[in-house]
Structures are given as C-alpha cells and as structure tokens.
C-alpha cells in the first residue's frame, strides 16, 4: 500500500477533477519517460485498442487467443475493479505486488528528473503506470494487448508503433474531454492508427467510418472491418444451467477493397492460415460481445498475416477462455461466508455507463432472461460518475424496474445518490437513495424479501437485480457480493471533490 499511496501523489486525472487540475495533454512527457527507460515501448510486439465501448473485453479477448496460442502475453488495461496490479497482467495473471513496488521504486528518479526540469510539468499517475506496463512487458511477454486510457490520438499509450490497431464501438462517452459530437470522438480514436500497419474497426456509425477512412488515408494505413472479414452464426444459448453462449466465427473473408494511401487499391493477398470454422463458447453474454469477439478474431488474423508465426486456429478458439469481469457478468449469490445476501436472485453486474453501453445490457437481459425486460421483475441499482452521459437509458430501465435504487461509489469523482435520485424524480420516478454500494445491496435484499414469488408465495417474485452505471459502482457490488477485500486508498477518506460544472460555479460565486 505504501508503493500504490507514492504512486498516486502523482498527478491524478483519473481520479481527480479535471476542473481544478486541468492536464496538459500531450505525449512529449511520456516520450522523454520512455526514452529515459531505453524505449520499452519498442521492445515488445503490440496490439494496440480504442473505442468507447468494449474496447476492454476485446483486448480481454485478444490475450486470451495469444495465449493459447502460446505467447507469454501482456494485457495492460485501466482502471481496475479491486486493485491497482489488475491493471498489468501476463497470461491472465496479475503482476506481483513485489513487483508493482519495484517498478515504482526503479522508475521513480526518471519521474523526479522530469519534474526537475520543469519544462514539461509533472509525470501523471496513468503515464506512471503505462510507463510500468512497458518496462514489465519488456522483460516477461512476447507479446503485448495495450488498452487507450482515454481517447487516443494523446493517451500516453499511444507512443507504441503497434503491429496492429484496433477500433472497436464508438458512442459518446467523455463528451467534456473528447467532445460532444460521434465525429470529434471518433477522431480522437483513430490517433492510434499508424502508417503501414493495419487498422481494425468493429461495428460502427457511418460517421465513425468515415473519419477512420479519412485518417486511414492519410497515414497510409490498411483498414478492415470485422463484420465484413470475420462473419459469425447465430447467437445461441448453451443451456438452461449454462449461461455461456454459442456462435461460430467463420472463415476469414478477405475484403475486396482496402485503403492504403488516397485511392482505393485491391488488396494484396496474404498468406492462408488455413483457418476453419471455430466454434465460441464464452462467459461473456450479449450479442455485443459477439462483436467483440469477431474483432478480436479479425485483429489475431491480421496478426498472422503480418508475419507472425502461431497456430491461428489455437488463437481464434482461445477467445472462449476470455474473463472480463463486472462486463455482464452474473453472480449467482452461492458464497457461504456472504449469508446476508443468501436467497438473492441472479446479480448481473456491469460497468454500463453510457446510453449505447445500456441499451448492450438491456438487450442481453431481453436474451437471456426470457422476454422484453419490462417483463421481468426486477430491482435496478444505479450510480454514475462524473463525465459520463447516459440519463436517458438509465431512465428507460428505471421505468421498467420493480424498484430503483441510487447509489454512490467510493471513487472520488462519484456523483452523489441524491444528485443521481433527483434526475429520476424530476422525471416522474420513484428512487430509493443509499450512501453505499453495500447499502444498496442491502436495500436490494430487503424488496425480494418483502415480495415473494406470487404462485408459491415463498422464494422470491424479484428475478434479478441489476447493478450498473458506473464501472465502480459494479466493482463495489462484486467486492460486497464475493467477499473480496478492497484496495483502500488514502485521498479516499477525503470529501469529494466538486464535479467539473460544480467547481465552475463555485469558483464564479467566489470572485
């Protein structure tokens, strides 16, 4: 704990508001930080992975086909559920806490020595961080899956020269740091597309594509779409007892057209990996982790393709074995040391916080749960953070849920449950408010018991309960829920921090 507190008296723009701290974005400070390091960024092969949405399942997918195939693979990903370690892993395994320590102690005088020259500001704790994953990368993987932080075209991970880029959902999220518009976001994506490598893009907005296409243009960059190359079978259900679904990715299907510099040019054949059909089974549920997955599949062809040797076949049937939780993950409450929450039903936890990452988790509940969610009672916990939109999805499963809980995170730029309960009553909706993730759950025991099932009159009427919103929110669920212990920071026991509109006015009020 003492490495993690030294680690976050850095500049924290993850945690903190960006109002008081505004950052000074750019990727010189990272840049001399790896040059100082002897490059670790170069050193290690790297697929590299923006979007607003899914972009963590994806490269949760892409690790877990690598290694299967039988690299020793790096997965660097942010934020984290419980603790900070999650954040670098190789082969699904978090790095050690010795290690993490090490690193920050090994790294610290390059941190000192930037801000000594006082020319570019000060190291920031996600720059520490990326900065950690390349150095750990260097000397333990073959191969690396980077997840963007934020944006893309100035996140500190993008000083890699990555053997492949990924684009996958863009949707608005971040709206007061990227924009407010699909085409300002997506711009700041596609910074990660770089010359003569190829780009992969997932399902998108026609918007999205045609700013991807124009940045491909002009770095001179081959840029395939996954629906069109990896094309999947029907979604369907393992079984009753089996949550996990099913679907074929099928044959790679060349495109017959790709850009690499102004014109549309045929594309150059590659080498056949001799690819069958592969059938996923996988934990992740919705038809938007299908998308993932064909992404992600895509994104291994092209790895191949680009002269890397390994069993692709391994690979692509590797993407089954991907874990990513608090992505529509269900609980089924069975943990003998959790007896107060024995008798709950399923608990699907997701770290939704905008209105298409919503909609994803609605249409998976309609799935896999029998029916329109309206159909299905169910009682519905909700938090946010700042800088994140999602009010009108957020009030559509409101309106369809048995009762509404608003809820509050331990994160620093949490919004407060009675802000997140006022929206729902201005609207014309009951919410119930807890100060606690915990409380809410507790709250949440106390309506199924209070409505037992209506034929039986025992067990239970409430056929779910869905926590969602914010990715900490569900974090907090799973810690209370599995009885993990959390990572507690000290600026945790600290008010919180005034929200970005909230500070503004503040500060007008003061002059």
């Not at 903190?16 to 790896?34: G, T």
């Not at 990715?249 to 059909?277: F, H, M, N």
């Not at 590797?318 to 939780?325: E, K």
Request: net charge negative; aromatic share 6%; glycine share 8%.
């Amino acid at each position: 704990m003492k490495a993690v507190n030294r680690l976050l008296s850095l500049a924290d723009f993850e945690r903190k508001s960006r109002a008081n701290q505004p950052p000074d974005w750019h990727l010189r400070r990272v840049e001399r930080l790896m040059e100082m390091l002897g490059d670790p960024h170069l050193a290690t092969p790297v697929i590299h992975v923006a979007g607003s949405k899914g972009k963590g399942s994806t490269c949760a997918m892409i690790a877990s086909g690598l290694k299967a195939a039988g690299f020793a693979t790096g997965l660097y990903t942010s934020p984290h559920l419980h603790t900070f370690t999650e954040r670098i892993q190789i082969n699904g395994e978090t790095i050690a806490q010795s290690d993490f320590a090490d690193l920050i102690d090994n790294l610290w005088p390059c941190v000192e020595a930037i801000e000594r020259a006082g020319d570019l500001g000060v190291v920031s704790v996600f720059e520490m961080l990326t900065a950690m994953a390349f150095v750990h990368f260097r000397d333990n993987a073959d191969i690396a899956v980077i997840e963007t932080g934020l944006g893309g075209r100035l996140d500190a991970t993008n000083v890699v020269d990555p053997e492949v880029a990924v684009i996958t959902s863009i949707s608005k999220d971040h709206i007061r740091i990227l924009g407010d518009k699909i085409s300002l976001i997506a711009s700041e994506k596609a910074g990660i597309i770089k010359s003569g490598k190829p780009t992969v893009v997932a399902k998108n907005h026609p918007v999205t594509w045609r700013v991807i296409r124009e940045r491909a243009v002009e770095v001179g960059s081959e840029v395939f779409s996954a629906c069109e190359t990896s094309p999947v079978s029907a979604m369907a259900r393992v079984s009753d007892d089996d949550l996990r679904q099913e679907f074929t990715i099928k044959r790679w299907r060349p495109p017959k057209t790709t850009v690499v510099d102004s014109s549309e040019l045929a594309l150059i054949p590659y080498p056949d990996p001799g690819q069958k059909d592969i059938r996923i089974r996988t934990s992740l549920l919705g038809a938007h982790q299908i998308d993932n997955a064909r992404t992600a599949a895509t994104a291994l062809n092209l790895l191949y393709r680009t002269g890397h040797t390994f069993d692709l076949n391994a690979a692509i049937e590797g993407i089954s074995g991907a874990v990513w939780p608090c992505r529509t993950e269900v609980v089924n409450v069975d943990v003998p040391s959790r007896k107060r929450f024995e008798g709950l039903p399923p608990v699907i936890l997701d770290g939704a916080h905008n209105d298409a990452s919503l909609k994803a988790l609605k249409d998976m509940v309609r799935s896999y749960f029998g029916g329109a969610a309206a159909e299905i009672p169910y009682v519905f916990i909700v938090g946010s953070t700042e800088g994140h939109d999602h009010e009108a999805m957020m009030l559509e499963l409101a309106r369809s849920a048995h009762t509404t809980i608003a809820t509050q995170s331990r994160h620093p730029k949490s919004v407060p449950a009675s802000r997140v309960a006022q929206v729902g009553r201005e609207n014309g909706l009951e919410f119930r408010e807890t100060y606690s993730v915990d409380m809410a759950l507790e709250t949440a025991s106390e309506v199924v018991l209070a409505n037992p099932d209506p034929v039986s009159g025992h067990g239970t009427g409430i056929g779910m309960i869905i926590v969602a919103g914010s990715l900490f929110v569900a974090a907090e669920a799973r810690e209370a829920l599995l009885g993990i212990e959390p990572e507690l920071y000290d600026d945790l026991t600290q008010p919180y921090m005034l929200a970005y509109e909230d500070a503004k006015v503040a500060k007008g009020k003061i002059a």
